[in-house]
Structures are given as C-alpha cells and as structure tokens.
C-alpha cells in the first residue's frame, strides 16, 4: 500500500486553518506552522503536528523535517515578504511541491518565478464562485484550473430532469465534457451516455470558460 501523503500548511489565518482542517478531516498527516503560539495552539487537536515557528528562518524549516513533506502550502496572509522568502527557503531546501496563497496578480507572478509549483488566489476565486452562483442559482460551484479551462458543479435542473447524457448532448452542443454524476453521497466518475438524471443530480463539468458560460445560460 502506498505511504499516505504529508502535507504541511504554512499560516494559520482563516485560509490556512481550513485547509489544514479540511486535509486531517481527509485523513492526512497535517504539520500546521505559525509564528503566532496562540493559533498553533487552537489548531493543535485537530493536526497531526502544530508547532510555533517562524518560517523565513531557513534553520527553523531545516529543523522541523520540512523536506521530508509531500507537499507545503504557504498560506502566509499580509506579510507578502514573508510568502516570499518562506517559498525561496522551501525551494532551496528541496520541499516536492509548493502551493502559494497570492494577495495580488503581481504577488503570484514573483511566486511563480520563484518556484511555487501552484499559486492560489483565495479570495478572487471566491469572489469567482460567488457570482457564478449568483448569476445563475444552479451553479453550486466553480473552480478555475487555468486562464481558459474551469470546473463547475451543476445542479440538474427543469429542461435536464429525465434526460439520459446522449440526449442532452452537452459535448457536441456546448464543447464540454461530463466528468461526473453525483447523487446523494454518490459520486459516479464514468457516467454513462444512457444514464438518465433525476432531481437532486449534481453534474461535474469540465470545458472552456467560454463554453461553460454558454451552457450556463444555456440552463438558468
């Protein structure tokens, strides 16, 4: 069997604390790092490991087995000098796969030059998903995975409700894929041409933004 992945989250603001929520919930081995005590502290039942430290001390990374993790997220908040140096130590010290929170375009420009293998903008893809969901109330989320292609769970709704996959025809009509099917707590990853949606369905659809654009309005 394969060794479970260990992660590391850099930061323990809002962004950084539910991430590292969300992985241990995922059955991970989390190390949360802050130089605040008191937030390692609030977050140290719900980790693996929560220690205080700063992270621009390359001594202080080396010490703690940094290298030793899959993968380090840095989810430093105001300090953008901070993310900065703490990505170019991680770099430096040989860390697999860096993700980066960016305050700013420009901030996740000098990231990625720097070496973060991924860069997150927390609060533009919010504001992302958002008025996604508020333009059209069937999109229960969106989540960008580069300039020109995103991912968009659907809610099946009125003109979709007893149509199988090949009638709606959504590749051919919009020039979108159909990833996934989820019902209740099931998730089908192989959907089927003749599978037919019932309410409740929730498609997972991958494609163009432009083109999800199309099929949104297509299903207000």
């Known amino acids: 069997m394969a060794a479970k992945k260990q992660y590391a989250v850099i930061g323990m603001g809002r962004f950084g604390s539910s991430v590292a929520k969300a992985l241990s919930g995922m059955g991970f081995d989390v190390l949360a790092i802050d130089a605040d005590e008191q937030r390692t502290q609030e977050i140290s039942s719900i980790v693996t490991h929560a220690v205080s430290a700063d ?27 901070a993310s900065i140096l703490t990505t170019l130590i991680l770099k430096d010290l040989g860390v697999p796969a860096i993700l980066v929170k960016a305050k700013s375009e420009l901030h996740g420009k000098v990231l990625s030059k720097i070496g973060a293998d991924k860069v997150i903008y927390p609060e533009r893809d919010m504001g992302m998903r958002v008025a996604h969901h508020l333009a059209s109330p069937n999109i229960l989320d969106y989540i960008e995975l580069s300039p020109d292609y995103s991912i968009l769970d659907m809610k099946v709704s009125g003109p979709m409700l007893g149509k199988n996959l090949q009638e709606l025809n959504i590749r ?17 990853i192989s959907p089927r041409a003749e599978d037919r949606l019932v309410e409740g369905d929730v498609l997972v659809i991958v494609g163009r933004k432009d ?7 297509a299903y207000q």
């Not at 009509?173 to 089908?188: L, P, Q, S």
């Not at 083109?211 to 309005?217: G, P, Q």
Request: charged share 30%; net charge negative.
């Open 211 to 217: 083109n999800l654009t199309k099929l949104e309005i």
């Open 55 to 81: 992270s621009t001390d390359e001594e202080a990374l080396r010490a703690l087995g940094i290298r030793n993790f899959d993968v380090v997220v840095v989810a430093i908040g105001e300090d953008i000098q």
């Open 172 to 188: 051919a009509k919009y020039g979108c894929n159909v990833m996934a099917i989820r019902r209740g707590e099931e998730m089908n």
